[in-house]
């Protein structure tokens, strides 16, 4: 506790209680504390400039009552102006760091740390094909290009359907997963990953969740073979998005219009 009155035991508690926020400062559980820490550091700031004027002042004072170690007035003297103007400069310092102090502050001050809405972006499968479907839509890219591609498996994409079974299988990465020596292509929010050596491709779909909800996934050793939507399902699926149906995902559109098919 403060004395108020003892400047050097006052100086000996301040000191303590720096190295203790030195060491609690090492981490913030709350990153929101910062900004009532570097308010009290400001506090303390001024308070500091203050005590290097009155140490500067003591000093000049008393100037001609002391003496050096070879017990000469001047030689004190001077010691004593010496030691008063450097406090002084201290002080001008403090001044400086006492603008950028403030200036954190408010800055700090305008930070939501826990915003609710906050959103990261993971990609969650569309379809993977290997063998000859692999090898007919390796054939089309190489023809009509990437994006000729991609359009060809978004007719996998069902949307919300297709993103609730990517999440109940685990099928959700940080970003679309390659194996290597794979090409990769974005358009829209699709990326489109593929091998014509190894004879594969996949589609991934960007989607964005809230941050809270995150899970961090562990390393992927491998990435796992799928298999398209089974043949009874694809053909009147197929033609509901070429058409614009109503589960056609918006990337779709992009994709179409990026390459003038859209109607």
């Given amino acids: 506790m403060p004395t108020f009155t003892d400047p ?22 709350d990153p929101s504390d ?23 002042n003591a000093h000049l004072f008393r100037q001609h009552h002391v003496t050096d170690e ?9 010691e004593a102006l010496a030691a008063a103007d450097e406090l002084h400069q201290a002080a001008t310092l403090i001044d400086q760091a006492d603008d950028r102090l403030n200036a954190a502050m408010t800055h700090s001050g305008r930070i939501v740390w826990n915003p609710q809405d906050r959103t990261v972006e993971r990609w969650v499968g569309i379809v993977f094909l290997q063998g000859e479907e692999a090898h007919q839509t390796l054939d089309l ?23 609730d079974a990517a999440m109940t299988n685990g099928d959700v990465h940080d970003s679309a997963p390659a194996y290597a020596g794979d090409r990769r292509a974005e358009t829209g929010d699709y990326a489109m990953t593929y091998n014509p050596q190894a004879g594969h491709v996949g589609l991934y779909r960007r989607h964005l ?15 796992p073979a799928r298999h398209s939507t089974p043949t009874r399902e694809t053909t009147g699926r197929r033609s509901a998005v070429s058409e614009g149906g109503w589960f056609e995902h918006p990337g779709v559109a992009a994709v179409k219009q990026a390459r003038d098919l859209s109607m």
């Fill in 8 to 29: 050097a035991r006052d100086a000996s508690e301040s000191h303590e209680a720096l190295r203790g926020l030195a060491h609690a400062s090492r981490t913030f559980e």
């Fill in 34 to 56: 910062t900004y009532a820490v570097i308010g009290e550091l400001l506090g303390g700031m001024r308070a500091m400039r203050q005590v290097l004027d009155q140490l500067a």
């Fill in 70 to 78: 070879s017990r000469e007035y001047s030689g004190g003297a001077a």
């Fill in 141 to 163: 890219i190489d023809r009509g290009g990437a994006e000729a591609g991609i359009e060809h498996l978004s007719m996998w994409d069902y949307g919300t359907e297709t993103t």
């Fill in 209 to 223: 969740i809230r941050a809270e909800d995150a899970i961090d996934p562990p390393t992927e050793a491998h990435i």
